[in-house]
Structures are given as C-alpha cells and as structure tokens.
Nanobody, 129 residues
Framework: QVQLVESGGGLVQAGDSLRLSCARSGRTFTSSFTMYGMGWFRQAPGKEREFVAGIGWSGSGGSTYYADSVKGRFTISRDNAKNTVYLQMNSLKSEDAAVYYC????????????????WGQGTQVTVSS
C-alpha cells in the first residue's frame, strides 16, 4: 500500500508560480519509492480528470511526460531520498485552476494512459485573473 499526501496548493494570480509536492506517507515502507512511476493529474469543476505530467520509476531512465497544455510551463521532478515528487508550475493561467492529484504506479514510466494504482487526496489550485 502506498499513501500519498499532496501539498502546496493555494490561491495565486495569473502569471505566478507554484510548486506542488506529493510525499509518500507512513512509518515503514515495504517497497522503495524508486520502484514507482509517479503522475500528476488535475480535475476542474464539471470536467473530467486529466493527465498533467508523469515521471518514470528508476528503471525508466527518468522518463517524463507532459500534457500539451502544460509543456514548457510545468516541470515534474522527484527526490527519492525524500519519497517526494514535485510539480513546478510557472506562468499559471486561469485554466490551470483545479484540484491536483498525484498518483503512483509500480514500475510505471509516467505515461498518461497508464492505470495508476494509488492516489492522493488532492490539493486545490486557484488562479485569479
């Protein structure tokens, strides 16, 4: 079982930056964080959840994937020593406002169409124009 906790959401103005964090929680782990591909998704009110960015497990060579809508503005990264994945969001737009979720998949490459196994509770990002 993998428990994920997102943080870093908030209210920002259009054009601002924000960094989201997703930390694996728990006291003891039976599997290494490096074994999981991680993804960020978002869901705006009245819309379906959509893929934002993904990063592969250690065996993927650090593969990353991005939705076209965030390429060049968002960057996903991970710190395996801290069991944490980040989403750096720059030049935020009103359409980026959503609840952002992180997800984990054992052996995943961070691809958008992979079925992720574990999900966090989400963190709200609000962008005022």
């Amino acid at each position: 079982q993998v428990q994920l906790v997102e943080s870093g959401g908030g209210l920002v103005q259009a054009g601002d930056s924000l960094r989201l964090s997703c930390a694996r929680s728990g006291r003891t782990f039976t599997s290494s964080f490096t074994m999981y591909g991680m993804g960020w998704f978002r869901q705006a009110p009245g819309k379906e959840r959509e893929f934002v960015a993904g990063i592969g497990w250690s065996g993927s060579g650090g593969s990353t994937y991005y939705a076209d809508s965030v390429k060049g503005r968002f960057t996903i990264s991970r710190d395996n020593a801290k069991n944490t994945v980040y989403l750096q969001m720059n030049s935020l737009k009103s359409e980026d406002a959503a609840v952002y979720y992180c997800a984990a998949k054992a052996g995943g490459w961070g691809q958008p169409d992979s079925p992720y196994d574990y999900w966090g509770q989400g963190t709200q990002v609000t962008v005022s124009s």
